[in-house]
């Protein structure tokens, strides 16, 4: 196998090599030209928030087990120096990599590392838990912008319009971590949106959006997605744009399905892309003239005005699908803001993943002018045609992690059909 040039990728916003879940671990992947490989086997569980800095450091929660699993990635996909770290009260809820340090949000910090130079049960409160390693006091959803982390936090408010009652809101706190000296790194804090819990957030430079997946308007369920603009101070309460979709109901297991999964804001663009199960991936053109309604307004509409709402909200999504299978989840590769990777699933609930341009999605060859200051990180790779994998995600074992499949090499069709699908059954066999 050829030596990656180490120097190429070293000033890389990201770190190359990335991971993707395949049953219940994860798996080292990597994109190569425009294709999308499957390196190694992990110890990461795959159910799990994880995050690599540009260094290569990985840190997954392992809230089973109360611990946070720690290792490093190599270029061949390797990982080594696994060990793992008891969090006991932290109670982590959600994880980030910014620059060379992961970030972890949660709703406490450990007693034990209090210390003098930091009041840690404050909103502003942070611990270094580990080399590279910081805790901070928020159980909201954390984001990078540039060297700053925005969390946004789903507080409940106690007080709303002279009424005492309990209402959710979304708060929007800041973070820097270019000086690890100071004792205070929370630079800002206000309230965001109002009556509202938001389960997914996608910023870029223009742009703050953020995802509903479940919300009671006139005794009917609705997905939201409120976007507002960051060109004004996002403190008054300006306008934005609501898109609403009405929950599908599946009588046949009494649940809500969801419109839409997740959602990302392409890079200086006014585009908003979003996983949209069925329908493939819906995409959004951002347009401030149609900014108009706030949560509180969207409350107060009637049945006949949400159901205009719904279908505005339609005409103004378009939606690519070429695969005919749902979409679950999008995502940035690492280094690439030019193509999205889509997590697939089949009839049969089984998940694969496919690399795809941005351009294509939207139904255009032009270039879309995204500006990236990195380096083509495709281009790095073109030559690299003896690089070492274990070729395609199927080839690896749905029961890695086992005795029986890693140790005893025992095939996925021996443990089906004489072990019943059950591979700890190996140890009953005489």
């Known amino acids: 196998m050829k030596k990656l040039d180490v120097q190429k990728v070293w000033n890389l916003k990201e770190f190359p090599i990335f991971l993707l879940p395949h049953g219940d671990i994860m798996v080292t992947a990597i994109i190569q030209g425009e294709k999308l490989l499957y390196l190694k086997k992990t110890l990461f569980p795959a159910q799990e928030e994880f995050a690599i800095t540009k260094r290569g450091l990985v840190v997954s929660l392992a809230r089973q087990h109360d611990t946070i699993l720690i290792g490093k990635l190599a270029y061949d996909g390797d990982v080594s120096a696994y060990r793992t770290m008891n969090y006991h009260s932290i109670r982590p809820t959600s994880i980030i990599a910014n620059g060379e340090n992961i970030i972890i949000g949660s709703h406490l910090l450990p007693f034990e590392l209090e210390n003098n130079n930091s009041i840690l049960k404050s909103e502003d409160s942070w611990v270094q838990l580990d080399k590279n390693i910081f805790v901070i006091s928020t159980k909201g959803i954390l984001r990078n912008d540039n060297n700053e982390v925005i969390a946004f936090r789903n507080d409940i408010d106690e007080l709303r319009i002279n009424k005492i009652e309990k209402q959710r809101s979304v708060s929007m706190c800041k973070w820097s971590f270019e000086n690890l000296n100071s004792s205070k790194f929370l630079k800002d804090s206000y309230s965001f949106e109002f009556n509202f819990q938001a389960h997914d957030a996608a910023i870029n430079t223009n742009y703050i959006a953020l995802l509903s997946l479940k919300k009671k308007i006139n ?39 969801n419109p839409w999964n997740n959602i990302l804001l392409i890079p200086d663009q006014n585009l908003l892309l979003m996983s949209a199960n069925e329908n493939g991936i819906g995409f959004y053109k951002v347009e401030e003239k149609d900014f108009d309604l706030s949560i509180f307004e969207l409350e107060k509409l009637s049945e006949n005005e949400l159901k205009e709402v719904v279908e505005e909200t339609q005409d103004s999504i378009s939606h690519f699908n070429k695969w005919r299978k749902k979409v679950v989840k999008i995502f940035f590769p690492p280094n690439d803001t030019n193509n999205i990777i889509v997590e697939l699933e089949a009839e049969n609930k089984r998940k694969s993943f496919v690399i795809i341009g941005i351009d294509e999605v939207l139904g255009t060859k032009e270039k879309i002018e995204i500006q990236d200051k990195q380096e083509d990180y495709n281009a790095e790779y073109e030559d690299e045609s003896d690089f070492e994998t274990t070729g395609d995600i199927d080839d690896i074992s749905k029961y890695s992690g086992s005795w029986a499949s890693d140790v005893e090499g025992l095939s996925d069709d021996f443990i089906d059909d004489v072990l019943d699908s059950d591979p700890d059954a190996y140890w009953n066999i005489d």
Not at 232 to 243: C, E, G, P, T
Request: glycine share 2%; charged share 35%; no cysteine.
């Open 219 to 257: 005794l009917e369920y609705y997905s939201v997605i409120s976007i507002r603009s960051r060109k004004v101070n996002a403190k008054d309460d300006i306008s934005r744009k609501l898109l609403l979709q009405k929950l599908p109901y599946n009588e046949e297991i009494n649940k809500y399905g």
